[in-house]
């Protein structure tokens, strides 16, 4: 395909968010005419909405993708290492359980921040315009036709070569898919909501540990501290709508934090915690899969559009830009023929999007019950051991998914290999242990178990001569 045969190509990407902007910049690279739809204002003169989402954890997929339009070190710079969780005891006691290696980490990253920056990035193309405050009201993929409505309120028809869908977990380009034969979707609210606090700096400072992402895992329920450029916290409490439904007053939250988070009050201070509390109520989680993520040649779906996901591994947006990335490697592939590149999206993303998808599920139970447990935290010292002895072997299941490109599948099977190869030694092991204890016994005990195995009437004889069957061991053999 020639170049002036891509610059006549239209493409109209549906939303304006992390997702959608930063594909924007991949698309615009490849001299793509570019429209980008996004429903709400312009973030960067609008008032931040607070408890729209949860903070943001900055790890390896997503660095890739930013460093491949060029915005890597723009947005590491503004982030906060974080090398470790921090868990919070109940008695107040922390202690550190690492990421990694020494080099290795993710980065709190402010959201809103993060938005405004790739919005920016997207304007510097000549041929992007981002059209804010406009609604997609219908979308035809089969004609490449969406309709939109702007601050006129007057719907407006336009076509396009590929409608893109980063409209978000609620999409309505996905909506629009899923009238098409053959197209599977479900969806998933956890029974658990979340709720966003803060813990401001102290004389100037940060309260807390800033290199950390902190955690309180109360088994049924957690609450995490990420840190910011300001010097604060922001906290998420993630807890069953039933126990927010009980705390009805001030004194009820604050009796909770005493009794559950008992030095956190401190920090967040009493009248700022109950006065954030009661500001916003519990926000649902919601969890999406669907198959397949595009239709023929006109329409596709990326990030949360796709596969919207539980924030428990903080790969939310990671995977959302591997996604972006993984099209583009693909455009390479197939030199922007759309018609080969979006069945094979879907093909070789499916089975990646999906797998994180339930690998976020499972890290809610290790993040909220797992982390106190004794037998947990030595498998994973266990598991980095053999890392460190057997790199290309072993590797943990947070390294694979965190700070490599290893497909999101892959990670889970060679995951479960290890957990089994584990379990076999941890057998093996206790195999030879009973062996040698058996061994023991049968050696040094006088008479032995296989001596009244081969005489089994001497147990009679002994019991009728001596009143007991003497299985004493002569110690000064040994």
């Known amino acids: 395909m020639d170049s002036s045969d891509i610059q006549r190509k239209k493409i109209a990407v549906i939303g304006g968010g992390l997702v959608g902007s930063l594909n924007a ?10 429209d980008v739809y996004e429903a709400r204002e312009d ?6 909405a607070r408890g729209r989402s949860i903070n943001l954890a900055l790890s390896h997929r997503g660095r890739q993708a930013l460093k491949a339009i060029g915005l890597e070190d723009q947005i590491v710079s503004q982030g906060i290492p974080m090398r470790a969780r921090m868990i919070h005891s109940f008695s107040g006691k922390k202690s550190a359980i690492p990421y990694g290696t020494k080099s290795q980490y993710i980065l709190s990253i402010s959201r809103e921040n993060l938005n405004k920056d790739l919005l920016t990035a ?13 609604k997609l009201l219908k979308c035809n993929p089969e004609e490449g036709m969406i309709t939109v409505i702007g601050s006129d309120s007057v719907p407006k028809d336009v076509t396009y070569d590929l409608i893109v869908g980063c409209d978000g977990a609620y999409s309505t380009v996905r909506t629009h898919l899923m009238k098409k034969p053959r197209f599977d979707y479900s969806q998933q609210y956890i029974p658990h909501g979340y709720m966003e606090l803060t813990i401001p700096p102290k004389n100037g400072e940060f309260a807390m540990e800033p290199n950390y992402l902190h955690i309180w895992p109360r088994n049924t329920f957690m609450m995490i501290a990420l840190p910011n450029k300001n010097k604060s916290f922001t906290c998420t409490l993630f807890m069953p ?3 927010f439904e009980k705390l009805l007053t001030s004194r009820d939250v604050l009796d909770f934090f005493y009794k559950y988070f008992p030095d956190s009050v401190p920090l967040m201070g009493e009248r700022a ?15 999406v899969k669907c198959s397949p993520f595009h239709f023929k040649s006109r329409c596709v779906l990326l990030g949360d559009a796709a596969h919207a996901i539980v924030p428990f591994f903080g790969q939310g947006m990671n995977a959302g830009f591997e996604d972006c990335l993984v099209f583009d490697e693909l455009m390479d592939k197939f030199s922007n023929d759309l018609s080969m590149c979006l069945p094979e999206f879907s093909r070789f993303r499916i089975p990646d999007d999906h797998a994180i998808s339930d690998l976020s599920m499972y890290n809610y139970i290790e993040m909220r019950a797992h982390v106190n447990s004794r037998w947990f935290i030595f498998q994973k010292h266990l598991v980095r051991f053999l890392h460190a002895v057997m790199p290309s072997t072993f590797i943990p299941l947070y390294t694979m998914v965190t700070f490599s490109r290893i497909r999101y599948h892959e990670a889970v099977r060679r995951w479960h290999w290890q957990k089994k190869v584990i379990k076999k030694g941890f057998f093996f092991f206790g195999t030879l242990i009973a062996i040698g204890s058996t061994y023991l016994l049968v050696r040094f005990m006088s008479p032995t178990p296989l001596d009244y195995l081969r005489r089994p009437w001497d147990w009679v004889t002994d019991f009728r001569n001596t009143g007991h069957v003497s299985l004493q061991t002569p110690w000064s053999s040994l």
Do not use: W
């Open 25 to 34: 910049c991949f698309l615009a690279k490849r001299n793509f005419q570019v």
């Open 43 to 48: 973030i960067r003169v609008a008032k931040s």
């Open 122 to 134: 997207v304007e510097k193309y000549p041929n992007v315009k981002v059209y804010f405050g406009h």
């Open 241 to 243: 709508f039933e126990e």
């Open 273 to 287: 915690l109950t006065r954030d509390f009661f500001l916003l109520p519990a926000q649902p989680m919601i969890s």
